[in-house]
């Protein structure tokens, strides 16, 4: 995603999710509703961090980039110039993933 008009605030990070798996290990081809939603997504905006109490700013652990996994229910997700993606705090992600 190119040219993303948003940036996130604070310790906020912007993920455009990965697509949800259509089909099953055993080939069995799922409709919408049940298909998971996604955990996985790849970061697209990073926000400056935290601001702390000493009035300097926490480095974020993840970069644009990035490909990470976060909580089920985390963040809120939004719509932005046609893409579906989800605004979530740093914390609310579990793990980087590494390739």
């Known amino acids: 995603m190119k040219n993303l008009k948003i940036r996130p605030l604070d310790d906020r990070v912007v993920v455009e999710p990965v697509e949800a798996e259509e089909r099953t290990a055993g080939g069995i081809v799922l409709p919408d509703s049940a298909k998971e939603k996604p955990q996985r ?3 697209v905006a990073v926000g400056s961090g935290k601001l702390l109490e ?46």
């Open 54 to 99: 000493s009035g300097q700013r926490a480095v974020l652990s993840v970069s644009i980039g990035d490909e990470v996994i976060y909580g089920k229910y985390s963040g809120s997700d939004i719509e932005i110039d046609g893409h579906e993606v989800k605004i979530l705090r740093e914390s609310d992600i579990l793990a980087k993933v590494m390739n």
């Open 41 to 43: 997504g790849h970061v």
